[in-house]
């Protein structure tokens, strides 16, 4: 019988369900609750989802307790928050406790309850927009038109205490464009805007945010209409290209100041200071004198090549002593208005060498020195002229020359000074001439030649000094001398060849040569000097006819009777009175 | 004992700091009623010590939310930590005002007496917790950096808050009893759910205190320096 009823009920229990089952009705499902927020940290709001109700009219309740605290209490506000929601007001707000909070859906069938949901208010804070958003266009006189947005913080927040912390965040842009230009405020709830454009409709948001919390809604847009006339005078514009226009003169300045001496110096170049070349002033500066002489020195300093060349051009001189006594052509050349007469009779002469010291000094200044020409009495000067020619006098009689008498070499083509020849050890201080006979008389001594005797001969080698223009010097050297002393075959050659005089003892010494008288013609008379040693004075000769030039440019002169009788008729009261003892 | 000391230590360490401030940010005195002998003998500007205190503050709490949340996305998700985080403060022992209302009622005093109180008990929690998070095995960055600089964060701030509150309050005494920590073993327990766990309360914990220091600042703050007008 038990068994019966039992099973009688759970039948009816089925037929029950399986009739409300086919009514569709069931127990609520479980409610979710979304979220839970708090606009001012003062107060929140909770929120749900209420699931499907299973048909039949279900309640929600929501249900919480706080952390430390076992009481149980349900929501104060349904209404505030909207549907399915709970506003917790102040008095049962906390702001450091956590709140578990249920959400029960219960219909006639049953009663659902959702997840807890651990709530701690801090960390739920998510204000409202601003409110109150306005918008100006202000136009302030002597400053830039700006707008002037303006708003008021949002409601349920306590800004002014201090409790509530927040920031904002504004954007605008002009209605057509895409993308918003933003700006960030702390406290402030007033903006200005410049740089607009005009013409343009602009919209205009804000939103805030707590210091610890979430970003609030974006305000409903607010647009404002810029007119067309705004005037906006971008003076900066101006201003940055002023500056870039300055900067750019002043570059251009600089370029022409540093340019424009170089353009100058083009057009007008300066003139260029002298210079020496490889010589540096700065040396001379610095005062090392050491390296401005090597300076100098490095300039071909002397010019030895220039001197030989001349050297070579004019000079031959060749040594006496190791040389044979050849005829040897001259070399040189001959200038110009060489007289017939000169001919090469000293070979040797003008061979000249730059080695000679004594040479050097003389060549190189007088390179064209012309040979000096006839000296009168005032012979003895002329002897210092390096031009001087030597000439290698053989006087084997004397004759009284009054006055002294130079006595000069013939010279060679080659003007070029020649100096004494001959070691000063030949030249004898004491004479105002050259000692002629003493130096061919030295030379042929030392060289061995053979010596003129022409004192045997009444051949007289003699040597005017005409003036040659030759411009060859002749160097008395001993070759030279023993040349023009010795004999040798010479065409013309006024010089006598004693050709078997050629032994070199002179049996008479050569004497000095004096000019006796110039003859009315010009012609130059010449007696061998009166020597003493040979007693009584030989009867006077007088040589006025030359008998023929030598190769060393040597005249030969012989009396000419003709003109001694003149003279001896001339003068026989003068000659006669010294002669007679 | 240990807490005397240092706070001498860090009371001459704040003289100087003051005299040094005074020399470069000489800006005048506030003329706040909070002085209370005249405008004259605030050296140091009041409203430069608040600020940098909110500043610190503030920067405290973000690092804090920071640090659990990252916590809480690596280690604890779908383990309900959170139900065991109830009551589980060491310094909810400490009577701080639980809403605008009360806080507001609350003399800066006390106020400020609080705020020391919960700075001074966050040292010792704040050292263990740098330590035991380096021992944790695959501890991220994140979380251990952020750890390291609260602490430093903490100190400087509780040194400005000395320094404002012996200016606020000239000859107040310095030593408030204030809560003591006593979950180390918690954190250094075998079991590594109940390890993570005491970590989650602890990081917890530490999220809602720097927000009500941060809060309370920012309240006397604008109380005191801008007389209720922010």
Redesign the interface.
Known sequence: MKENAASRVVFILLLFLSVSLLNGQSPPEKPKLVKCRSPG??TFTCWWEPGADGGLPTNYTLTYHK??ETLIHECPDYKTGGPNSCYFS?KH??????Y?ITVNAINQMGISSSDPL?V?V??IVEPEPPANLTLELKHPEDRKPYLWIKWSPPTMT??????F?IQYEIRLKPEKATDWETHFTL?QTQLKIFNLYPGQKYLVQIRCKP??GYWSEWSPESSIQIPNDFPVKDTSMWIFVAILSAVICLIMVWAVALKGYSMVTCILPPVPGPKIKGFDVHLLEKGKSEELLRALESQDFPPTSDCEDLLMEFIEVDDCEDQQLMPRPSKEHTEQGVKPMHLDLDSDSGRGSCDSPSLLSEKCDEPQAHPSKFHTPEGPEKLENPETNLTCLQAPQSTSVEGKIPYFLANGPKSSTWPFPQPPSLYSPRYSYHNIADVCELALGMAGTTATSLDQTDQHALKASKTIETGREGKATKQRESEGCSSKPDQDTVWPRPQDKTPLISAKPLEYVEIHKVSQDGVLALFPKQNEKFGAPEASKEYSKVSRVTDSNILVLVPDPQAQNLTLLEEPAKKAPPALP | MDSKGSSQKAGSRLLLLLVVSNLLLCQGVVSTPVCPNGPGNCQVSLRDLFDRAVMVSHYIHDLSSEMFNEFDKRYAQGKGFITMALNSCHTSSLPTPEDKEQAQQTHHEVLMSLILGLLRSWNDPLYHLVTEVRGMKGAPDAILSRAIEIEEENKRLLEGMEMIFGQVIPGAKETEPYPVWSGLPSLQTKDEDARYSAFYNLLHCLRRDSSKIDTYLKLLNCRIIYNNNC
């Open positions: 940290k003062e952390e430390g102040k707000t906390s702001i450091w406790k956590m578990v651990y701690h801090t960390y306590d800004v002014k205490s201090g409790w912390i406290k210091d610890h």
